[in-house]
């Protein structure tokens, strides 16, 4: 627009310039000359100032291509200048464009300005000191004597420190039931946490996937990739889950899509070879892999394509695990110091746990159960037994709610994988602390009759999970006559590794 407007007024003034005449007007100026008056003078003098017009335009025009002005072309002082209006979100992606542009961008003058008005010290008309304070803080920073972008990574860390600090104030409040952050969902929206999976292929070349749906369960997140332009499932070797967040969090505005983003490794798992033992399910069109922790790979039948991609992430030091870790990296918890127990010899009491089995957003089962114990002598094969749900007591059974299914889809189809569902278990210690939690996909397989409990009229079905930390197994019976399950037994093996970790004991 401002080039239109400057090649406007250039045509204007060639113009003028061209029929700029003498103080004695036309007149004048014929009869000086020897010329005859009359309108072919004046015809004559307008043809020769449209052949200078038309000259000096042509003119301009070669001198405008020839004098092609670019960005890179321009010297560093003006550069920097322009560099100086942008903000700290604008300015690290210019610092992308190239290596010039990089150096350009680490300006310390640039970024001492934008960390002084971001950090400094507020003044204070009531304190007397707060104004030299003030003085004195500013004159610390300096430019001098530091090295190219010292500035930038002191503005960088400050930011992360901060939104760091805000969300573990969110955090602080815990449900004195579960021992979990009662602010979970404040905490994502003020973090603007998200969640990527990176395929990378065995030539090398990554795939970087933003989450296409989020669903945010009592004590869960669940995480949904899908769409068309999936890699080929053979050129792939690992696929990466990170949490991502914006470097510099407003909580007034709304995070920019393409702003820069910090990347945190919550897991690492392997494609080269999916086993059959981690099938879990599948119906018509595809087939469902589980691979731990709490990774579901939807494949095309036929193909053995990538139809979706499922995560599921426990709330339990979910935000942790999502911001403070680094893109290669995952986060690692603080060491634990044991808890003291009082009664060694008397094994496991007073734990409480729950359990929630959902899908698609139906919830089939959420059970909180009180006293959980265990006997120092139950300890077998290195898990200690903690029994939830008896054979024996049938007021203890419980109902699942609905038809239990996984519902799924893509861009193109939809379906729904029968008897598989999610599983969410948090285990609390007598102390009121998350002993044990996970959030995975779970499947109900036909099980035989047992032996050592009642006849049951109906099929039976089990539900299984294993991790380093202990195994799950249900017992499930399908009632006929109400078309429902029914589950008959719940029993949970921790590992006394673990056991012996958390405490400190030696069982």
């Known amino acids: 627009m401002a080039t239109g407007r400057g090649r406007l007024l250039l045509q204007q003034w060639l113009g003028l310039q061209a029929l ?56 560093a002082e003006i550069l920097l200048k322009i560099l100086s209006y942008l903000d700290a979100v604008a300015l690290l992606c210019a610092g992308c ?39 004195v803080s500013v004159n610390v920073l300096s430019d001098k004597d530091k090295e190219a972008g010292f500035w930038k990574k002191e503005y960088i860390t400050r930011q992360i420190a901060s939104v760091k600090a805000a969300l573990a104030q969110v955090l602080k409040p815990v449900n004195p039931y579960t021992g979990l952050p009662l602010k979970t969902r404040e905490a994502l929206r003020i973090s603007g946490l998200g969640w990527v999976i990176i395929l990378k292929e065995k030539s090398g070349k990554e795939y970087v996937m933003g989450h296409a749906d989020l669903f945010i369960n009592d004590s869960s997140v669940t995480i949904v990739w899908c769409g068309k332009n999936w890699p080929r499932l053979a050129t792939l070797s690992t696929l990466n889950l990170c949490g991502v967040t914006p470097v510099f969090m407003d909580r007034s505005k ?32 595809i087939r469902l892999f589980c ?4 990774l579901l790979l939807g494949l095309w039948k036929g193909e053995e394509e990538l139809a979706f991609v ?21 986060y690692e918890l603080p060491p634990h110091t044991p808890l003291p127990d009082d009664s060694p010899e008397h094994g496991l009491h007073g734990y409480q746990l729950h359990v929630d089995m959902h899908s698609g957003g139906t919830f089939h089962l959420c059970g909180t159960f009180r006293g959980l114990f265990t006997k120092k002598g139950s300890i077998e094969n290195g898990y200690a037994k903690l029994t939830v749900i008896s054979f024996k007591n049938n007021t203890e059974h419980l109902p699942l709610i609905g038809k239990v299914g996984l519902p799924w889809r893509t861009d193109v189809f939809d379906g729904c994988v029968k008897n598989c569902s999610i599983m969410d278990v948090t285990l609390v210690d007598e102390c009121g602390k998350p002993f044990w939690c996970f959030s995975s996909p779970v499947c109900m ?8 409990g009642p006849n049951f009229l109906g099929q039976t079905y089990c539900v299984d999970y294993t991790d380093s930390a202990g195994k799950v197994h249900m017992e499930l019976v399908w009632i006929e006559e109400t078309e429902e399950y029914f589950i008959v037994s719940l029993i949970l093996y921790l590992s006394v590794a673990k056991i012996n970790h958390w405490f400190g004991t030696q069982y």
């Open 254 to 285: 709304i995070p920019t899509k393409n702003g820069p983003r910090w990347h945190s490794l919550i897991a690492k798992y392997s494609l080269s070879d999916l086993p059959e033992s981690t099938m879990i399910g599948c119906d018509r069109l």
């Open 20 to 75: 700029r005449l003498p103080l004695g007007g036309v007149c004048a100026a014929a009869g000086s000359g020897g010329f005859r008056k009359g309108p072919g003078v004046q015809f004559a003098a307008g043809f020769t100032t449209l052949k200078q017009y038309t000259r000096h335009e042509r003119n301009w025009e070669k001198s405008s291509a020839n004098c092609s002005v670019s960005l890179d072309s321009m010297p």
């Open 97 to 135: 464009v190239n290596r010039r542009f990089y150096h350009l961008a680490n300006d310390n003058f640039i970024w001492i300005r934008i960390y002084s008005t971001a950090f400094s010290p507020k003044t204070s008309n009531w304190k007397v000191n707060s104004v030299e304070k003030t003085a």
């Open 291 to 294: 691979l731990n922790p709490g």
């Open 445 to 452: 397989r036909s099980s035989p009759r047992p032996s050592d």
């Open 310 to 330: 499922m995560a599921n992430l426990h709330v339990h030091h979910l935000v942790e695990r999502s911001t403070l870790g680094s893109a290669t990296v995952p």
